[in-house]
């Protein structure tokens, strides 16, 4: 059955009634015990064991219980039946309502079942082993009006909580009962297995999600509109200082609009109206500010992704606070739609998605400290004398400033030497002290500050690397006729010949100068993710006078270049090329 093709709802009642045909009772027996069994499996092997020799640098065998080919097959039957015990909201009589010949009820048997499919999914998104658009459920004529009914159940569900706040309704169980009312099929199948929906879908819903926000929240984009806007005074060096000073306290009023106002050195204003540009260009200096690992609050790893220093001094309130404010300044970008250059480790951003870490997850380690990886690797599987050759017990050691400290991983931990019996143990404790304790005080304050702005289920539609493209924009190839089509003009037409020889000089670049002259005109090097219609201010090109002689120059706070009237493609091509590499055309007029 080509299920991918067809309405889902069609096939609702065909598998509902496979879940209580007596029929079926011996095959779903096995068929449960044997996803209790390799759900659990999957909780202590390693993608090292996980994953034929061939597909992974491993000198070890594979010790999967099952081959690629079987988990193709076992990951698109459990595709299928999560998709539609999600999907049917209300056809199955009850969640209390037992599995033909089983002792599992229907909600336990779902709850089973996404685990076990959410974990291949994380499998297949580190190192893939099924075919292409294996996950996808919705063909395109369904996936529109998936995006209508889901941006409706999210409003529906906004406002069913907006109510039991106003009506302080305390009690769990009567809130749960209503969230569990409102949480119909689409948003069901978006908060648990997101991935059977295309990404660029789940980004416009994002979009749209937030759209819904501040439509509830009765926030005006207008800039002379009469909504409230809350007004920051900062200083050119102190963007930082001042931003957390007069901005932190608004906390998640930070959805509001934001005037910005710059001084110079002598506290004189700087010329311009904020109509979000100076915004936008205040939020990218912070940005660029805060989350620099200079400043002690970040490390990076071997690929320059940072994620919070563990150091104890991170530790300290006044460093806390930094925490909480960089999650609404990075809340605050997500919610304006404002791509910044800053990549965080993957296991950093598994945290954004409430993920714990087991050893199946110790591939998460790797974007840590490669070095420690190999190193438990080679642990976890070595032949020979564990407690003799490697002389471990369940301790670790912090190095801070010199300063050598040893920690107990369990108590008495420095009398426990690490044998081949524990050691999975071991590994376990030392990835949770590294991936979690040693941060735990950090990411709280960070993710309580990211979550006050953006909802933690708006979060869960995207795996860890869709995030970081939410975050960064995807490093795709820039569509230079798409940027042409989004693109407004002050003091030219679009069929001036300058601006015929501006377009033919940017058509001739490569995909490494046009990435720069995109984060020369705009901040970031990569495109929005739903194409250049989503740029906002849009992209424009204004008249910059007749001195050929002038460099272009551009105001990334408002995406703009300005352009003098070059009079020949190559001369156009020469100045742009000198204004991009040079770093000589920004200013913020």
């Given at each position: 059955m080509a299920v991918k093709e067809q309405n889902p709802g069609a096939n609702v009642v065909?598998?509902?009634?496979?879940?209580?045909?007596?029929?079926?009772?011996?095959?779903?027996?096995?068929?449960?015990?044997?996803?209790i069994v390799y759900g659990r499996c999957l909780m202590i092997l390693g993608d090292d064991e996980f994953y034929p020799r061939e597909s992974i640098d491993t000198s070890m065998p594979a010790r999967n219980p099952l081959t690629m080919d079987e988990l193709v097959v076992l990951s698109g039957l459990l595709r299928n039946l999560v998709f539609f015990m999600h999907w049917d909201n209300a056809g199955m009589t009850s969640d209390l309502a037992y599995i033909t010949g089983t002792r599992m009820r229907m909600d336990q048997v779902r709850e089973l079942c996404t685990r076990l499919l959410q974990q291949l999914h994380t499998r297949d998104s580190r190192h893939r082993f099924v075919p292409e658009s294996h996950w996808l459920m919705l063909n395109e004529n369904d996936l529109t009006s998936f995006i209508q009914a889901v941006v409706l159940e999210e409003r529906e569900l906004a406002v069913s909580q907006?109510?039991?706040?106003?009506?302080?309704?305390?009690?769990?169980?009567?809130?749960?009962?209503?969230?569990?009312?409102?949480?119909?099929?689409?948003?069901?199948?978006?908060?648990?297995?997101?991935?059977?929906?295309?990404?660029?879908?789940?980004?416009?819903?994002?979009?749209?999600?937030?759209?819904?926000?501040?439509?509830?929240?009765?926030?005006?984009?207008?800039?002379?509109?009469?909504?409230?806007?809350?007004?920051?005074?900062?200083?050119?060096?102190?963007v930082a200082e001042d931003g957390i000073?007069?901005?932190?306290?608004?906390?998640?009023?930070?959805?509001?609009?934001?005037?910005?106002?710059?001084?110079?050195?002598?506290?004189?204003?700087?010329?311009?109206?904020?109509?979000?540009?100076?915004?936008?260009?205040?939020?990218?200096?912070?940005?660029?500010?805060?989350?620099?690992?200079?400043?002690?609050?970040?490390?990076?790893?071997?690929?320059?992704?940072?994620?919070?220093?563990?150091?104890?001094?991170?530790?300290?309130?006044?460093?806390?606070?930094?925490?909480?404010?960089?999650?609404?300044?990075?809340?605050?970008?997500?919610?304006?739609?404002?791509?910044?250059?800053?990549?965080?480790?993957?296991?950093?951003?598994?945290?954004?998605?409430?993920?714990?870490?087991?050893?199946?997850?110790?591939?998460?380690?790797?974007?840590?400290?490669?070095?420690?990886?190999?190193?438990?690797?080679?642990?976890?599987?070595?032949?020979?004398?564990?407690?003799?050759?490697?002389?471990?017990?369940?301790?670790?050691?912090?190095?801070?400033?010199?300063?050598?400290?040893?920690?107990?991983?369990?108590?008495?931990?420095?009398?426990?030497?690490?044998?081949?019996?524990?050691?999975?143990?071991?590994?376990?404790?030392?990835?949770?002290?590294?991936?979690?304790?040693?941060?735990?005080?950090?990411?709280?304050?960070?993710?309580?500050g990211l979550t006050e702005l953006i909802n933690p289920r708006w979060l869960r539609l995207f795996n860890t690397e869709e995030l970081r493209v939410l975050v960064t924009g995807a490093d795709t190839p820039i569509d230079v006729e798409d940027l042409r089509r989004n693109t407004v003009y002050g003091g030219y037409h679009e069929k001036d010949m300058a601006v015929q020889y501006f377009w033919e000089a940017l058509s001739s670049l490569d995909q490494a100068s046009l990435k720069a002259f995109l984060r020369f005109v705009t901040s970031s090097p990569n495109p929005p993710l739903l194409g250049f219609s989503e740029l906002n201010p849009k992209f424009a090109i204004r008249h910059s006078g007749d001195d050929i002689t002038r460099l272009p120059t551009a105001s990334t706070c408002v995406n703009l270049l300005k352009l003098p009237a070059y009079i020949s493609t190559a001369q156009c091509l020469e100045k742009l090329k000198y204004a991009i590499y040079s770093g000589a055309g920004f200013d913020l007029s």
């Open positions: 065909a598998m509902r009634d496979a879940l209580t045909n007596t029929a079926y009772m011996q095959d779903w027996t096995l068929f449960l015990i044997m996803c907006d109510q039991d706040r106003e009506h302080h309704r305390a009690s769990f169980s009567a809130f749960s009962q209503r969230k569990r009312d409102f949480m119909t099929p689409r948003l069901k199948v978006l908060n648990n297995i997101p991935f059977v929906i295309p990404f660029d879908v789940r980004v416009e819903i994002f979009r749209q999600f937030v759209r819904n926000d501040i439509q509830r929240l009765g926030i005006s984009r207008d800039m002379f509109a009469p909504t409230h806007r809350h007004r920051a005074t900062i200083r050119r060096g102190h000073v007069q901005l932190n306290g608004l906390g998640s009023n930070l959805k509001e609009p934001l005037e910005i106002m710059f001084v110079d050195q002598w506290g004189m204003p700087e010329a311009g109206i904020d109509g979000s540009g100076l915004f936008k260009e205040f939020l990218v200096s912070m940005i660029q500010e805060v989350f620099d690992t200079d400043r002690g609050l970040w490390c990076s790893n071997e690929i320059h992704e940072i994620y919070p220093n563990p150091h104890s001094y991170a530790h300290a309130s006044e460093q806390l606070i930094w925490y909480l404010f960089m999650g609404r300044i990075l809340g605050k970008a997500l919610y304006e739609g404002i791509l910044v250059d800053v990549k965080f480790a993957d296991f950093f951003l598994s945290k954004w998605l409430g993920q714990q870490s087991y050893i199946d997850d110790l591939a998460s380690l790797e974007s840590l400290d490669s070095e420690l990886y190999r190193g438990l690797i080679t642990l976890k599987n070595y032949s020979g004398n564990v407690e003799s050759d490697f002389a471990l017990n369940f301790t670790v050691a912090d190095d801070e400033f010199g300063i050598r400290t040893i920690r107990e991983l369990v108590p008495g931990g420095t009398d426990i030497p690490v044998t081949r019996e524990n050691r999975l143990s071991y590994i376990y404790l030392i990835t949770r002290y590294r991936l979690s304790t040693q941060i735990e005080d950090q990411c709280r304050a960070f993710l309580q």
